[in-house]
């Protein structure tokens, strides 16, 4: 079945600065790939769709330059949290469109800003 | 987006069957109805879907309403590794290119299965 990739799978940084996080599809070519967030106990919500060779789409209330999405090739999509603040702390999850089912997930990213 | 109700929680025996329930009354025609599940500390796994015909896989079962105002997922013997949170999603088919086909969650249903 279609494989995501995502690393890594944990990160801690340091306040203020910016954490890069990839996500790989790794047995098929993904031209959408989904970025959400999910905080303890809720739901997972949607940050971006981000659509190869093009810019990303980002959900209302979300910040395009803290949250920087880059989707340079068809199985490669990174999202960065700029200048990160303790309140980014999070799951961070990734997911693309495959041909079958739709959607396949990466097992996620916990970011922790201290 | 069309929204789904789920219970926030059920509880099932292992080994037991479980009848997991959606209900979508605002669902369009091109409405497909998808589920997946989360373990704790991992990403979405992907269950079943379907449009209108009830579907069978070797994970689960899904059965929908004829009016398709509601669906429930089956699962035929629950095991410990079936504890997770169940979603219950529609996702547009008209609008695969677009962003309309992106997946909206809700909370969805937690699914504890007892010993």
């Known amino acids: 079945g279609a494989v995501v990739s995502q690393h890594p799978s944990r990160v801690i940084c340091k306040s203020g600065t910016s954490v890069k996080i990839e996500c790989r599809s790794l047995?098929?070519?993904?031209?959408?790939m989904f970025w959400y967030r999910q905080f303890p106990k809720q739901s997972l919500m949607l940050m971006a769709t981000?659509?190869?060779?093009?810019?990303?789409?980002?959900e209302q209330g979300v910040e395009k330059d803290k949250f920087l999405i880059n989707h340079a090739s068809l199985t490669l999509s990174t999202l960065t949290v700029t200048s990160a603040h303790p309140e980014d702390s999070s799951f961070y999850i990734c997911?693309?469109?495959?041909?079958?089912?739709?959607?396949?997930f990466g097992s996620g990213t916990r970011l922790t800003v201290v | 987006d069309a929204k789904t109700t789920q219970p926030n929680s059920m509880e099932s025996n292992e080994e037991e069957p479980v009848h997991l329930p959606c209900n979508h009354s605002?669902?369009?025609?091109?409405?497909?109805i998808h589920w997946y599940r989360q373990l704790p500390s991992q990403g979405p796994e992907y269950v079943i879907h379907g449009l209108t015909s009830n579907v069978n896989n070797r994970m689960a079962s899904l059965a929908i309403a004829e009016d398709r105002k509601s669906s429930t997922l089956i699962l035929h013997r629950a095991t410990l590794r079936d504890a997770a949170v169940y979603y219950c999603?529609?996702?547009?088919?008209?609008?695969?290119?677009?962003?309309?086909?992106?997946?909206?969650f809700g909370e969805g249903t937690q699914l504890t299965v007892n010993p």
């Open positions: 605002t669902i369009s025609g091109t409405d497909y």
């Open positions: 981000s659509n190869e060779g093009s810019k990303a789409t980002y």
């Open positions: 997911s693309a469109r495959d041909n079958s089912p739709g959607y396949t």
């Open positions: 047995d098929f070519q993904a031209t959408t």
């Open positions: 999603i529609l996702r547009d088919g008209g609008a695969w290119e677009t962003s309309g086909s992106r997946l909206t």
